[in-house]
């Protein structure tokens, strides 16, 4: 079965990649999932504030994270590769673009601005196929829509103005505009958008009257925000698209593919499966292809975008109110 896709200007065998996590940033474990038959690899983020208090509590939760989660605990690697500072960030895209074949997409995460390009270039310089931009911006309660959308718009064009690698951003779901924040980073010359970055929420202890963490690895229940969005913006745009979170299974990477994906990470399923459940999605993939007497994967892309419907937001407006009356 021929499962051949395009994202970022690479043709690809498949839609399957890891996307960016700790078990991307041990040599061993990208061995592991390239010998499972991953498109590319999606490394983890080289973090802006990588040393600031607020980071490091987060990798220590994740930290506690890798030791929770039982099945996890073989194959989740140590998260000393992955509080990675620049340097050693750089010498780890050059160690893992020499052990795979594979395009290797490296990941800058950040929310302001100065360094960003400069950055770009050391990353492309060191090998990296590409760059994943996750612009997590947290804005402050005064800023407007506008400022916040214009800071990733700049963010984006100066790193795709900083190298000639293809470049991806991947974006939160919280923006009150994303069709027309998407096609501002489509003219920036941006070569693909990655639907969705997680946003992790933290729960109340009623009884301790705490915030707590929940754990990081997601559900399928995520997934269809994500579908829902690629499918409104994929047949629309010149960009290409990563659906990412939520995907646990072949079903969800169809759902994705069919709502028009280009790509389709992963990161919860192979913690929870390990990296070698990656070939499981891609063997179910071709299977049911087949049974549902496909001829290739691109039949099947898209087939589901809303770019078929003359306008899809009233299309989502009817759905959404007979929803609620019916
Ligand atoms: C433990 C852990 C670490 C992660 N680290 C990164 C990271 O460094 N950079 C990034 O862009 N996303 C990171 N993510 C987010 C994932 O790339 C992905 O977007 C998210 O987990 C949703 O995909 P999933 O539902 O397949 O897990 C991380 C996720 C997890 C669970």
Redesign the pocket.
Known sequence: MDLSTRYLGFDLPHPLMP????MTGDLDMVRRIEDAGAAAI?L??L?EEKLSKEHLSILEH?ES??NSVAEASTFFPSLTS?KLGPESYLERIRKIRAAVSVPVIA?L?GATRPGWPEHAKLIQEAGASAI?L?V?LVARLDDTAAKVEDRVVKIATDVRNAVTIPVAV?LTPCFSALGDLVRRIEEAGVNGV?L???VYQPDIDIENLEMVRRG????AA??LLRVRWVSILSGRSKCSFAV?????DVTDVIKSVMAGAHAV???????RHGPEYLKTMKDDLTRWLEEHEYDSLKQMQGSMDLSRSPNPSALLRASYVSLVEG
Do not use: D, H, W
């Open positions: 996307g960016a996590s700790p999606c983890p983020s973090f994740e994270v890798a992955y990941s995460n994943e996750n997590f991947k990655v969705f970055n997680r990081p690895l997601s559900s995520e997934l990412s979170g939520g995907v646990q990470q992963t990161v919860s399923a192979l913690m």
